[in-house]
């Protein structure tokens, strides 16, 4: 397996333990503990630890810690000096030595992992579902690792059987006898505010219209808690919501901060966001779509169920389909469990405006709207500054001119399936990998030369998607 597939599942890995993480820096410890562990059983098996496994390692720790001198090494110039290399796999055993002693510290054992047991009782206790997404991509992050040193042998296959077992003890509701309580099996609550959030919110590139509004949202909310408190009349709050926009804008990323909000604010005990779509609600046979809703739902239970392209449930024919099975069971559960559910229902501005207006029961449900603009020139701009400081690289001044004309002409073109931050996104990745390959023909590579993005690096205008 090459370094950039490796640095590609960690990051993936990092995508899935996401919403987990934003719970607070107890979970952050938890799932680095069980990440070192899932490592030392690997490590065991054939007595060293390769440079691909540390690179696999070392890749999540640094983005769960936000490390930005270790990411930079990884990422930058893991592949362009053997020196830079052996500094990078010194720090990573030096990570590795001192989680091991962590989890002596916290009395766990060999073949002992944190993370199933409180994801299950976690999921029992806030109607959330983290347990199987969660473990899957822990599991999969172990096959990253047998592979990662391009050989798989039987003791290795032996050890990532091992892996999975721990990884579904969960599974089972009931504790053997003799089975060992985990330490401080304590489920901490979120170690975050309002105030944080909506600091988070304010932090975001653009979008300011969408800020006012959750702004004056929360504001009411405040007034509408205040006023249960002190006994005075109740006014009938929905928080179902349109998010309308193209893609890339910020959409998902605001659903989960609004549940936040609305946790914090207590609307909702968990604030937890379950994203889904057509297709993890629709199914192909008759009976089985209510079914699907039903069990989707239970999920999002006292969290916020966010449905992207929700206009796709609408049938575009007369013939059979269940889309609108779905939408007829998901209204009857948005009533049965007003308290405790909130549904946001994003897709493109045009298709999201017919899909609410194709039913009456739609249209008096959903009647709070937010509208995600494209973002400016001025804008994409500043989202690449961003991932830029992320990652320690900086701009040239002629670097900047060179990125906002393109900027500038891909959003004068635009149409509705422009890319928004997810094309930035894009830009920037082929930027420090044709960064990259101009680096590697110098001789002498500074710090300051590996950090630098010059106009050359940019890629010209026809490699790039509308």
Request: proline share 3%.
């Amino acid at each position: 397996m090459d370094t950039r597939e490796i640095k590609k599942e960690a990051n993936l890995l990092l995508k899935a333990l996401q919403p987990l993480l934003e719970l607070g820096q107890a979970y952050q410890s938890m799932i680095l503990l069980d990440l070192t562990e899932i490592i030392r059983i690997f490590v065991a098996v054939d007595h060293r630890f390769t440079s691909n496994e540390m690179l696999a390692y070392g890749t999540v720790y640094a983005l769960i810690k936000q490390n930005r001198e270790l990411l930079f090494i990884l990422v930058n110039q893991w592949e362009l000096s053997p020196e830079i290399r052996e500094r990078g796999e010194l720090s990573i055993l030096k990570i590795f030595e001192d989680y091991k002693q962590a989890r002596i510290n916290n009395d766990l054992q060999e073949n002992q992992l944190y993370l199933p047991g409180v994801l299950k009782e976690h999921d029992r206790q806030n109607g959330t579902q983290f347990f199987a997404p969660i473990t899957n991509a822990l599991y999969r992050f172990a096959q990253v690792v047998v592979k990662a040193d391009g050989e798989e042998t039987e003791l290795e296959k032996k050890a990532l059987e091992t892996i999975w077992k721990l990884l579904h003890q969960g599974e089972s509701s009931e504790k053997s006898t003799d089975q060992k309580e985990q330490p401080n099996a304590v489920y901490p609550p979120a170690e975050d505010s309002l105030e944080k959030v909506l600091e988070q919110l304010n932090s975001l590139v653009g979008m300011e219209t969408v800020k006012d509004e959750i702004k004056t949202l929360t504001n009411f909310l405040k007034v509408q808690k205040l006023r249960t408190e002190r006994g005075l009349a109740k006014t009938t709050v929905s928080l179902h919501a349109v998010f309308a926009g193209n893609p890339g804008t910020g959409k998902t990323t605001v659903a989960r901060m609004l549940g936040r909000i609305y946790k914090h604010l207590g609307f909702l005990s968990s604030g937890h966001l379950v994203e889904t779509d057509r297709a993890g609600l629709v199914a192909g046979y008759v009976g089985q779509t209510a079914k699907k809703v039903d069990e989707l739902l239970k999920s999002a239970l006292d969290g916020v169920l966010f449905i992207d392209e929700a206009y796709a449930l609408t049938p575009q024919t007369s013939g059979n389909d269940f889309g609108q099975e779905a939408i007829d069971t998901l209204l009857k559960r948005m009533e049965d469990h007003r308290d405790r559910l909130v549904v946001i229902a994003a897709g493109y501005t045009d298709n999201m405006t017919e899909f609410v207006e194709s039913n009456p029961g739609l249209k008096s449900r959903f009647n709070r709207y937010f509208y995600f603009k494209d973002y400016r020139p001025e804008e994409l701009l500043a989202i690449f500054h961003k991932l830029c400081r992320e990652s320690n690289f900086k701009v040239m001044p002629e670097t900047e001119t060179r990125l906002l004309e393109i900027f500038q002409t891909l959003y004068d073109k635009r149409d509705k399936s422009f890319g928004n931050g997810r094309l930035v996104r894009n830009i920037f990745e082929k930027t420090i990998e044709r960064q990259a390959n101009r680096l590697v023909n110098i001789q002498t590579i500074t710090d300051e030369v590996l950090s630098t993005l010059l106009p050359e690096d940019i890629p010209p205008l026809e490699l790039l998607p509308s």
